[in-house]
Each structure stands twice: as structure tokens, then as C-alpha cells.
């Protein structure tokens, strides 16, 4: 158990450290390409959304609305775009579009590649934490069936001697 607890820790950490440079290497590199190919634009909203009904309803917070927006590539397009709730009829909102005007979400921002290389962290610790215990297990189950094993041999030396039987 010493053993494995060690292998824990000195894995666990080269684990951690190869994990978490790899995912937000990764991260960043699609937070970079995101951002090249996206684009923020005004919308202007076409209809007035309805006004939030509070923590009862969390859902009213947000609204799809229709709208319009002119495209990067310079072409206007329309369609239903989120915005908050009570947003009145002309109001302008910043979407992301691709080049051609299709809406998307907004790229990936630093906070969300430290989360998702702090969470990749975790997966491979705790991936490995799993692991480790199951060849625990395994030579717990190992060791229980020899220690067993010597059990049956001593008592099959000496039984007979103390039971009387032959």
C-alpha cells in the first residue's frame, strides 16, 4: 500500500503535468483558431422580449428574439439571436458570426482554458487514483489466496493431531 501511495503521488504529479500543459496547449490553440474565424457583429432585435419573471422562472432571463445582422462578409442576414430579457424592439446586441454571416458562440475565453485543463487535471488523477486502486485490489486478492493457501496447509499438518482424526 506504501508502494502504491508513492506511485500515487509521483505519478499523480507528472500525470497532472503532462495533462494540464497538453489540454490547455490544446485549448489555446483553438481559442487562437476561434478567434481568427469569428467575428463579433451588432444585431439589432426585431422584437421586444418579454421581461424576465424573476428567480421563479430562470429561464425567462434569456429569450430567443428575431433580429438582423450585417455579415463580415458584408451581406445582411436575419435570424433568432439570445438576448437578455425585456431587450425592447431596435436594441442592438453583440453575436459572433463566421465570415459568411452564421451565427456561432463567442470563442473560447481564458478563464474556460484554465477550467478545461483544470478539469483534465482532475480526469487523469482521478483516472489514475481508479487504476491504482484496482492493482490493489488485485494483489490484496492475490496475497488474501496465498495467505489462505498457507492456512490450509498448516492446519492440514496439524489438525489431525488436534482433532484426534486421521
Known sequence: MVA???????????????????????????????????????????????????????????????????????????????????????SSVTVWTTWAGRLTGAPVQGAQVTARAALAVVGAVAVLAAFLLLVALAVRRVLDGRRLAGWETGWTAIGPQWTGRR
Open 4 to 90: 502504491l501511495l508513492a506511485l500515487f503521488i509521483g505519478l499523480g504529479s507528472v500525470a497532472g503535468l503532462v495533462v494540464g500543459h497538453w489540454t490547455e496547449g490544446s485549448a489555446q490553440r483553438v481559442a487562437r483558431a476561434q478567434a481568427a474565424r469569428w467575428h463579433p457583429v451588432p444585431a439589432h432585435v426585431l422584437h421586444s422580449a418579454p421581461p424576465p419573471a424573476g428567480p421563479a422562472d430562470p429561464s425567462s432571463y434569456l429569450a430567443d428574439e428575431p433580429a438582423w445582422w450585417v455579415a463580415p462578409d458584408g451581406v445582411r442576414r436575419t435570424g433568432d439571436v439570445l438576448v437578455p430579457g425585456g431587450v425592447q424592439a431596435g
